[in-house]
């Protein structure tokens, strides 16, 4: 179906022209043009998914849409083919990406208004989705690491994008390099996959039909390494320190990249190989684990960060850990709806959290805010929206969503990671109230002198606000009476899950009570007159310090790195080497300077010469003769 | 008997005269020690029974050689500070000596081996008579060719041996300009 | 009187010779040793001469004898061309005849 090939060509395509014409006369103002341009492909796309989702939904659900483009390598046993696929997952990612793309397109036109890079940006920014979108369709892993590496550069480009502060460019490649750290054990994996499967072809399908050839082992390993390369894109434990340097880019690339689509590559991965995980039970419970201290750990830091898109940054980091939680318990279907309902509200909330930035100048500490509820009344409203949807209050989105992923948690008897999860939970609503506190309600501190914002910057908001609130009706479990339409959509390889439904019921109204409970205590600190609480306890200044890992990585990796580097290029290239080369040029030199010698231009010399010589030649035959 | 006797008597002298002649540091000593060993040498061809050479040696080698040598020398009347100072004469000596060993081991065994001897000669023998049928005889070519030789070495002599005055005057007509140049 | 006796003495000879023209600067010293070294092969030819009983190895003496002349006349002649340019008799101080300056 060459709508697939449509879908991912086609932003590419467009930023293309953006960049031929920005690049033509890059200084000249053709805002309106680029907005044009930029909007135009991404639409396109959006309604392609859609027509292509339809399709899905009305077919045999193991219905695989396929196109291809063209052979690619064909060396030996290697044969990839640039093709395309699309399944139901595919079409489910497909959807909320272009159409929460489109919207956060929209959302930047008003949003990088008057900045000189305007063309740039919108480049970059197709260049994204044509990647993700390519990420998504790929129909072997090899394409889809294609994606995957352009997703990463278009990220560093994003995030440097002001690269007028030398702070944006470090952040840039630090987010680069973390990225390709992860990229390393991607690579890894799915070498080893090629080779155990010794060339029996090497798309997704043939892969699914050939696993059971390999050994358990080695199977734990390759989901391992693959994970390795998840935790460097979606942010965990020990490879999430770029996520916070991220938000030094705009604010549409935090809200697009790193909440909705980019950070969310990671889970896709891990459900795209549900059928390996599936066999490697172990490894999922530690991917479940790793997940589950990813999200408490960023829960913890996020409660103490003064920095609206940083603490919105951690919050992302604390979701994704849900995600793995859910993944690696084996409930994919409740992973990838988390990711659906996630992109709704995070892209929301960092939308949100621009339109608030723009409006305060640039401000970007909400301890400065205040007071904004009724001076950005439609800015405040989807935000409320989106903060109860993240807090897990019915009936909006993310109850649903993450209550399934504690169920699973608690019904598999992993209850260290259930309760982690609750007590990251009531965190989460604990500070997410607190920012809308502290932003909305509180006192402000000083007259604010609020800037006009455009249409396209709040009218995505209200869109976004519909899809956080309803979203979660998709999912409704048994227990509720739905009858859970995404999951049997979807049809991943879950795990059955089997639980009463009075556990059930008990186990969400305690989560519903302890974010009640995060919500009013955040409502005492914050609401009235916002302050620093907590000030004397002397853990806090390691949270507030993100528990120096920074600092930590600094001392373990980096600096001996770098003088790994120093030796190398100051001493063993400058001295060294180099000195073994002028010790074979000298050498040359002083022995030649040592023949020179000889050379005298007295005759005597040369007559002596030539004697030694017939001496020598004369002891010879004499030797030869045999009578010296 | 008396042949040996004789024979070692001008040995001592043929071999005395030439190690005294690279000893010696003056110039005329070396030319008078030379002197002595070419007589001694005229001696050996006498005892070898080649009387026309006895005296073709006296005359050419010693009259002619000699005194020419001993004309330059006492000509260029060099004194002391001319000549050259060899501080290290007698190790420069007995390095060459060492090197020179093999070389000379290595001739004389290449004419041992052609075991020969004496034999008692036909009439006539060395004499001018001789000496002449052979010369005339067989060597006629080389004698031409030698004298040949004679004449070039004789304009060679004279083509260097000129005074410095007549490139002098060479340089002068070669700067003439030059000087032209410089006083205008 | 055997011949080894000769090949001895004209083997001393011509290696006293080399040594001469070898070791010594003075260029009269040179000179004299290169004709020291003629004159030891003509020893060594007449010997053969004698020990071959005719006269051929001795006209090659006597024609030996003629080339050493002509060898005198001109060494003579360039020692004192040499001595006349240099003032000096050492035959190091000529070291540099060979950068071509082409006038002696």
């Known amino acids: ?628 | 008997m008396l042949e040996n006797s004789i024979f070692g008597m001008l040995a001592l002298f043929l071999v005395g005269g030439s190690v005294a002649m690279i000893s010696f540091k003056e110039t005329i000593y070396s030319a008078f020690s030379f002197l002595v060993a070419m007589l001694a040498l005229a001696g050996m061809f006498a005892l070898l029974g080649n009387s026309f050479l006895f005296l073709a040696q006296i005359m050419v080698s010693v009259g002619a050689v000699v005194v020419l040598t001993l004309m330059v020398i006492l000509t260029i009347n060099a004194q002391d500070e001319n000549h050259p100072q060899e501080p290290y004469k007698f190790r420069w000596i007995l390095f060459t000596t060492v090197l020179v060993t093999p070389i000379a081991v290595l001739i004389y065994k290449a004419l041992v081996t052609l075991h020969l001897h004496f034999e008692k000669t036909k009439e006539g023998y060395g004499s001018l008579k001789a000496m002449g049928e052979t010369l005339f005889a067989s060597w006629v070519l080389p004698f031409e060719a030698i004298s040949v030789l004679l004449l070039a070495a004789m304009v060679g002599a004279i083509a260097i041996g000129r005074k410095e005055s007549y490139f002098k005057k060479q340089e002068y007509f070669d700067n003439y300009d030059k000087k032209k140049e410089d006083a205008s | 009187m055997v011949a080894e006796q000769f090949f001895i003495l004209s083997t001393l000879l011509f290696s006293i010779g080399l040594i001469g023209v070898v070791s010594r600067r003075n260029l009269f010293v040179v000179y004299l040793s290169i004709e020291l070294m003629l004159s030891s092969v003509n020893l060594l030819l007449v010997t053969f001469s004698r020990l071959h009983n005719n006269m051929d190895a001795a006209v090659i003496a006597l024609l030996l004898i003629a080339v050493i002349a002509a060898e005198a006349a001109l060494f003579l002649a360039m020692i004192m061309q040499l001595y006349r340019s240099k003032r000096s008799l050492d035959s190091d101080s000529f070291a540099n005849l060979f950068q071509g300056k082409g006038k002696i």
């Open chain 1, 1 to 628: 179906m060459i709508a697939l090939s449509l879908i991912v060509i086609l932003p590419f395509f467009s930023a293309l022209i953006l960049a031929l014409i920005y690049l033509q006369n890059p200084t000249k103002n053709r805002e309106k043009l680029y907005a044009k341009l930029a909007l135009v492909t991404p639409i396109i796309s959006t309604i392609l998914s859609f027509v292509v989702a339809v399709q899905l939904f009305s077919s045999p659900h193991d219905l695989i849409l396929h196109h291809t483009l063209f052979n690619w390598i064909d060396v030996g046993e290697l044969h990839i083919e640039l093709a395309f696929m699309a399944d139901r997952l595919t079409a489910v990612m497909l959807s909320f990406i272009t159409f929460i793309g489109t919207l956060i397109h929209i959302y930047a036109i008003g949003y990088m208004r008057g900045d000189a890079g305007y063309g740039k940006f919108f480049t970059y920014f197709n260049l994204f989705m044509g990647s993700m979108l390519l990420l998504i369709l790929a129909d072997n892993p090899i394409i889809m690491f294609v994606g995957w590496e352009l997703v990463g550069l278009s990220s560093y480009l994003l995030i440097g994008f002001y690269h007028q502060e030398s702070q944006n460019i470090t952040a840039a490649n630090k987010a680069f390099m973390v990225n390709r750290i992860g990229d390393f054990g991607f690579i890894m994996g799915l070498s080893l996959l090629f080779v155990v499967l010794e060339g029996n072809g090497y798309s997704f399908s043939a892969i699914e039909q050939h696993i059971d050839s390999v050994d358990r082992g080695m199977l734990a390993l390759i989901g391992g390494l693959l994970f390795i390369g998840a935790m460097g894109k979606s942010a965990q434990i020990p490879l999430y320190v770029w996520l916070p340097d991220a938000m030094a880019g705009p604010t549409p690339v935090s809200a697009l990249i790193h909440a909705a689509t980019m950070v969310t590559a990671g889970v896709y991965m891990v459900a795209r190989f549900s059928f390996l995980y599936i066999e490697i039970p172990q490894m999922g419970e530690a991917i479940a684990l790793v997940g589950a201290i990813s999200a408490l750990f960023a829960a913890i830091i996020a409660s103490f960060q003064d920095d609206i898109k940083k603490i919105l940054a951690y919050s992302t980091m604390s979701q994704l850990g849900y995600m793995f939680i859910a993944v690696g318990l084996g409930a994919y279907s409740s992973g990838i709806f988390h990711v659906f309902t996630h992109a709704f509200f995070k892209a929301l909330l960092f939308m949100g959290a621009g339109a608030v930035i723009i409006a305060l100048h640039h401000e970007q500490n909400i301890f400065r805010m205040g007071g904004l509820k009724k001076e950005l009344k439609w800015v405040y409203i989807p935000m409320l929206i989106a903060t109860l949807a993240i807090s897990g209050i019915p009936p909006f989105a993310g109850f649903f969503s993450k209550d399934a992923i504690l169920i699973t948690a608690f019904a598999t008897e992993h209850y260290t990671i259930w309760a982690m999860a609750t007590a990251t939970a009531m965190l989460t609503a604990y500070y997410m109230f607190r920012l809308l506190f502290v932003v909305f309600h509180s006192a402000p501190k000083s007259e604010h002198n609020l800037t006009k914002l455009p249409s396209s910057m709040t009218k995505p908001l209200i869109v976004l606000a519909i899809g956080s609130a309803t979203a979660g009706l998709l999912g409704v479990g048994e227990a509720y009476g739905g009858t859970n339409l995404f999951a049997s959509f979807l049809a991943l390889p879950d795990t059955p899950i089997h639980i009463e439904h009075q556990t059930e019921y008990l186990l969400d109204s305690i989560n519903i009570i302890l974010a009640f409970i995060a919500i009013f205590i955040a409502y005492k600190l914050f609401a009235k007159h916002s302050k620093y609480p907590l000030q004397t306890l002397p853990i806090r200044s390691l949270i507030v310090n993100k528990f120096f890992i920074d600092e930590l990585y600094s001392i373990i990796f980096i600096k001996p790195l770098l003088l790994l580097s120093r030796i190398f290029g100051y001493v063993i290239d400058e001295k060294i080497i180099n000195n073994l080369i002028f010790l074979t040029v000298g050498g040359y030199h002083k022995s030649a300077t040592l023949f020179a010698v000889l050379q005298n231009s007295k005759v005597r010399y040369y007559a002596l010469y030539i004697l030694i010589g017939v001496s020598l030649i004369s002891i010879t035959l004499l030797k030869l003769l045999g009578d010296l």
